[in-house]
């Protein structure tokens, strides 16, 4: 008997997390229509038409996956066959430890794939209320810059209101613009990532009068107001510049500001009291991204105060940085373990607008979804990803792993998360044991030991749970 082909899966988004829940629905042996408004509708942030655009920085951020969370998740989604994750390999840029990308590279990259796959088709249009019933299986990828339109429907829908964050964008600076008399070329603590030489960064030194001035300079800048978003609360993982700047004199020295290992190759015996590091951008490395420097100043305001930076005096902008509003749902109330919504089965999430943070987190429940909606629609047993993992701990955290919150109890606090180990649970009693030899052991050396042994459970259980998919009859 032939098997049929299953009916085809809707995706509304192509984004990051769009993108790769239809590719993992497609791969496994189901049709996708993609839906993707830019090329008839533009947002405030993106500037290009192409799937998978990157708005914000171009890093996936640390690739380690021996004794950091972020690589873990990189490497568990590797092991998934994350479109994401290819296209990102392939079009990496140094970036010390990081995994840093061309982002127009990386764009095209996504695009050519998806559309050159036979079983996704991509279709350009607004998608204004939730998908039709009749559509069967769907999942909305739409992300922190859903459609106004799109947004209400699902207010309407869950009867919950929807959880807004600002989110700021840094600004890229052409390379040649950039006075290499002043900056150097060096990595923290010459740490060589991937595909890096120790060196991927540029580095710009402040001493301390023009630290001071800097500082001064941004908390008196001219700020884009809020109007109708008062009140929204930023993510902390993505504060604008002057924010950092107004919450303590010293916030920024310690932050994305932070001169420690680094040595001024122009002048070693003198420690810089602040440093702005730039990373490289594209491929060609013409374009730098001012790291950390995500900002709400007006461009005027951006031009001048970040010409104040030791060799950035004659910088010329890519970009300048811009101010977003990111919305997200109550995830913990609205969705169930396999980010379905409650009210209404076959319908999933996925993406930020779950409330997850970060390129390679969004992509990772796009990755979720994508295979659950295809086992659904195939008649498979959805496995769940282990919570050992770090796909697994961060599904947890979206869909039930949230604070609850102690001045009003029974009321439900949820907000954005990037993956990190606090995510994962304990590991058994006895696990981490000092190693012979070793007189003391405590602190940094034990919470290290810890973290590799976390990371190792990790991608030892994503081996696993993938090997009891393909097991399955």
Known sequence: MMKTTPSPIHVVGGGLAGSEAAWQVAQAGVPVILHEMRGVRGTDAH?????????????????????????V???????????????????????????????????????????????????????????PQDWGPAIIASGPLTSPDLAEAIRTETGEDALAFFDAIAPIIHRDSIDMDICWYQSRYDKVGPGGTGKDYINCPLDEAQYNAFVDALIAGDTVGFKEWEGTPYFDGCLPIEVMAERGRETLRHGPMKPMGLTNAHNPTVKAYAVVQLRQDNA??????????????????????????????????ARLGGL?????????????????????????????????????????????????????????IISLPPETTAMGSLLRHITGGHLVSHEEPGKRSFQPMNINFGLFPELAPGSIVKPEGVKRFRGKDKTVMKRQLVAERALADCKAWLASELAQP
Do not use: W
């Open 73 to 131: 998740i990189h490497a568990e989604m590797r092991l998934a066959g994350s479109l994401i994750m290819a296209c990102a390999d392939k079009h990496q840029v140094p970036a010390g430890g990081a995994l840093a990308v061309d982002r127009d590279g990386f764009s095209d990259a996504v695009s050519q794939a998806i559309h050159a796959h036979p079983l996704i088709t991509v279709v350009r249009e607004e998608v204004t209320g939730l998908p």
């Open 47 to 71: 500037r290009t038409d192409g799937l998978a655009e990157l708005v914000c920085s171009n890093s996936f951020r640390s690739d380690d996956a021996t004794a950091n969370a972020v690589g």
């Open 284 to 317: 060609l490395g013409t374009l730098y991204n001012m790291v950390g420097f995500q900002t709400k100043l007006r461009y005027g305001a951006q031009s001048e105060i970040f010409r104040m930076i030791p060799g950035l005096e004659n910088a010329e902008f």
């Open 324 to 380: 977003h509003r990111n919305t997200y749902i109550n995830s913990p109330v609205l969705l169930d373990p396999s980010l379905q919504l409650k009210s209404r089965p076959g319908l999933r999430f996925a993406g930020q607008i779950t409330g997850c943070e970060g390129y390679v987190e969004s992509a990772s429940i796009g990755l979720l979804a994508g295979r659950f909606a295809a086992a659904d629609r195939k008649g498979e």
